[in-house]
């Protein structure tokens, strides 16, 4: 549709110098030709299948508009990381759609593609296309990535069999406590955190870390996985619903970091934030018994911390959180919703 | 992130219910899983090559936040299947994201995935994943579009040569004008139109016709293709500087329907209009001389008619439109810009 021309905006680069001279960097590899076709060709791996994931973040649901842009470009990526490890998958593309507001400047751009840059290096993939538009509403970054694995070898949510053990990845609730934190929520003072504490677990909410290294343990040994990003509790029962099963989940052994440890303690709700709030970017995995050792094992020579949490039932649907006593705790149970 | 619980909203329904009775039916192919999954896994196929384009749409900006649901949901598939078809590339899958404005309704979404079913079963093509979530600055739609074709044989806009002959499928101008017949625009008056011509160009605006039936020819003929939807000109001059060529367009030979033809002839500046506005989605191909006949007939045996408006010339870089007289035309030589 037409716009006006760039005259009115004589300080900011048009699309074409935009593209060129911020993003087209970031697309070496051959298949995405520079950035100067409108289509990208993702190279034939025989004996592979390709995973695609698609996450979109707009600003003020899913991050602030005044977060710093490199962190906005590298959560928007990695949540889609997130998502192709959980799967198996070793990522290799990903394709941006950037749908600016009205006042955007080339500084928040540069910012924004060093972003992308720094990530790129660090796991080894490339962008291959995507678009830049105007949004007269506010920032949506909308990544479609790309992964690859041996053919036939997708975990999904959908596997899981009776008796398998629940398996997470790292701590859990660190990045929902990190969002009050981030936002200033007067809850936090009922915590009493030490100021580098808060610090610790507002970086895990603007920076989630996906467990790409994980994938081949995954592949290995998992019969369901998901990646952990609505929350544990909810999206444990997404998963049971997907398999067919129900879930009991022991509270005592879901793993938290110190500060989130401290928090729960010191009440404040803190344990159903923990369970139920968002953005932990970790892996919710189901483990045959007779798998579990060498899961553990492969997780860890990758130096993935891994703690069985529970186990799936044949008592569908629904998730069952118990205590160390094996008593049943009452749990508001959902899972976040984006909309 | 939080979100209030959906209890605000009593008339909605969930995400969870919005996937299982909108989104899911529209994905029936085994690597999408019914959607229960976070990831697609794309069907290998040996001997292709995966073609990929990501457009995405922003209300207010690429269609009015008033338009009929269905349209703006074709809309945003079509654009992305005119690019695949502009590589000669079938499409087979397709990603969304659609970030919802906070007043969405189901009746919009039961519109909106109404159009993108027909779409599917026009066009062969199935929904394999994608996520909704909440826009607080208005509706973006985004599209990651996939499809495939024999490995090697991608079509770029990169591959042009010197003296190539330059054709255009469909007819030129047709959408810059709807837009304008669309929005009410005052300029409309001075082309005396009738209602149904006024009509026509509006449908043509409102929904793209891609040439998804001339990948074939694309394939076998073209040494360089591109969608035409930033205006004729700008494409071209887009086309010129990836193959590293100047062209020359006779002004006399481009193809117009009869409305916008008459509108040229009554004046008000519909000649400018029609080479420079935007959402043609024809097909701009650089055809070496030698394959014109062939390339002709093979695109009538689809019933895309084509027409050649010009060659690619060594005279780097640059677009001149001449007249039938070989005389030079004035003329604003851009691509509109989508932010």
Not at 240 to 259: K, M, T
Not at 278 to 290: M, N, Q, R, S, T
Not at 313 to 334: L, N, Q, Y
């Amino acid at each position: 549709m037409a716009q006006n021309p760039q005259t009115a905006e004589p300080s900011r680069p048009g699309e074409f110098d935009l593209i060129a001279d911020y993003f087209a960097p970031l697309a070496s590899r051959p298949g995405a030709f520079g950035l100067l076709d409108d289509a990208a060709c993702l190279p034939a791996r025989p004996g592979t299948d390709v995973v695609v994931t698609k996450d979109s973040l707009a600003a003020n649901v899913h991050f602030l508009a005044t977060d710093p842009p490199d962190l906005i470009a590298r959560k928007a990526l990695r949540v889609n990381l997130s998502d192709l490890a959980a799967k198996g998958a070793e990522p290799f593309a990903y394709f941006l759609s950037l749908a600016l507001p009205p006042d955007w400047t080339e500084a928040w751009i540069a910012d924004f593609t060093r972003g992308l840059r720094e990530d790129q290096e660090m796991y080894g993939i490339d962008l291959y296309g995507g678009d830049t538009l105007k949004s007269p509403g506010g920032l949506v970054v909308s990544i479609t990535a790309v992964g690859h694995l041996p053919t036939g070898t997708m975990v999904t949510r959908l596997g899981g069999r009776s008796d398998d053990l629940l398996f997470v990845t790292g701590t859990i609730g660190d990045a929902a406590l990190g969002l009050k934190v981030h936002t200033g929520d007067p809850k936090v003072a009922e915590w009493h955190l030490a100021a580098s504490q808060q610090a610790e677990l507002r970086d895990r909410y603007l920076l989630p870390r996906p467990r790409v290294a994980l994938c081949e343990a995954v592949r290995a040994h998992a019969s369901a996985a998901m990646d952990v990003s609505d929350g544990l509790l909810g999206d444990l029962g997404k998963l049971c619903r997907a398999s067919g099963l129900g879930a009991v989940l022991q509270s005592d052994r879901v793993p938290f970091s110190a500060p989130v440890a401290s928090a729960i303690e010191s009440g404040g709700a803190a344990l159903d934030l923990a369970l139920d709030g968002g953005d932990d970017y970790e892996v919710l995995l189901a483990i045959p018994p007779g798998r579990q050792a060498d899961f553990e094992a492969d997780a860890a020579k990758v130096g993935i911390s891994t703690t069985r949490i529970g186990s799936l039932t044949k008592f569908a649907p629904g998730v069952s959180v118990i205590d160390a006593g094996g008593e049943t705790v009452p749990m508001r149970s959902r899972s976040f919703e984006h909309f």
